[in-house]
């Protein structure tokens, strides 16, 4: 079959392409179109055969509910056995929008598009190609999201495509969706009135409306053998090819959590991707980063969310990192999505930062352009089992001056460039509880103990020595400024065995503490 691909401009409605499109489904065809929310793969509701066409192409399990779309209010009435006081109040504050309404059905509308259940969701989106295509169909247009059942909802015509290329007849393109998650669930044959689905209609504005409202928090175990009476229930659904998991905490303790997470699967191999924010964007060394919105609007992450799952698979990701938002407003639907699509793959924080101390080591000398840089260097060369974000800072730096010659000499003659190296000031933002500083000196580490006395962090200072156990002498790395290129090669060396106690040190921590989160 060749699916049929028509572009249509909300701002200038092509009335023809509508015509053709509500030919197709009356008839008994499968066209895909955008509502608000996502788009969805419409059906003739009221055509047991349309229904069946709908399961086949998404590969939907045949006792997932589909949702009745309507135009107007007076269509729900031939479909229903009841509407409650209730629900009249809600249609009359969120149709046509993002609420799906649960009622009995009558038996106009037949099994097959209702899973089996003796109920009916229906739901009046507010898009008006949407609308129309509703009406030139019929009236009744079953629509769920158009998508390979399990995977990301589409949210753009080529996301439609890319799933369900030659298995529909028609998709209309109108670009990009506004809300991005499906719509809000409420089952209306329960008292109080039970959201089984969130979406951006929310239990708070609900309440507004017709008082208590219960949310079904039950958990449908994948081999439950209860019907679902709505869709999302009881399948894996929004999922991305790679594993997802979602890591859940304080910001900060997230961010560290996800850096370690990553890290060890670079280490390893693996592909990994981060779902971040606009707040924590620049926190992450690893990994392939998604900014999905901003956490000041809410609104943005759950319009990127899906578009984001679907270009990590693109991106032939393997793992998929995901920060926690906050469970408010449409951020309640934005996490029930997170979830599902992570097969309940869930992680606290500070489950994966209590596993590892550090994901980030500093070599600290007074320039910043000798002894620092070497270390840093001899340590990037060597087998670590854990990534480390690797660098060096210097506790006088003036101007970003480049590696000091001498030691850029001694470095080559063993095969490690400092060419492009550049010196760093230690800065405050340098102590984030995240970062092991490794001073040269003793007097380094206590000028650094008391300018930052009163930072938490302060105790991640220490020398490489003391680190690594050792005393007396050999402890301290001293300065080789002023003195001959041989010096200089001496202290490569005391470097370089010292850095190979370091990655045992740092090894042996790995061993003791992996998991299977690493």
Known sequence: METIIKKIDRNKIDEDVIEEAGYILHEGGLVAFPTETVY????????????????AAKGRPSDNPLIVHISHFGALERIVKEIPEKAVKLADRFWPGPLTMIFEKNELVPYGTTGGLDTVAVRMPSDIIAQKLITSAGGYVSAPSANTSGRPSPTTAQHVMDDLAGKIDMVVDAGSVDIGVESTIVDMTEEPPMILRPGAV??????????????????????????????????????????????????????????????????????????????????????????VGTKKNESSIAKNLYRVLREFDEEDVQYIYCESFAREGIGEAVMNRLVKAAGHRIVRAKQITDLQSYMRILFVSDSGNCRGPMAAAQLKKKELLRAYDIDSRGMIVLFPEPANQKAEAVSMSHKITLQDFVAKPFTEEDLDGDTLVLTMEESQKE??????????????????????GETGENAQVKSAYGQPLAKYGEVFEQLDVMTDKLVEKLNKEAKEYDSDWM
């Open 447 to 468: 000028k650094l103990k008391s300018d930052y006395a009163d930072l938490e962090a302060v105790s991640d200072i220490r020398t490489l020595g003391e680190y690594i």
């Open 40 to 55: 969805g793969l419409g059906a003739n509701a009221l055509d047991e055969y349309a229904a069946g066409r709908t399961y």
């Open 202 to 291: 929310t239990k708070e504005m609900l309440e507004e409306v017709i008082g208590e409202v219960a949310v079904d928090r039950a958990a449908i175990l994948e081999d439950s053998k209860r019907a679902p009476k709505a869709p999302g229930m009881k399948y894996r659904h929004y999922a991305p090819k790679a594993q997802l998991i979602l890591v859940e905490g304080e910001e900060k303790e997230v961010v560290r959590a996800i850096r370690q997470l990553t890290g060890a699967k670079e280490k390893k191999g693996f592909k990994t991707g981060i779902i971040t924010t606009s707040e924590t964007a620049n926190a992450y060394p690893f990994g392939i980063l998604k900014n």
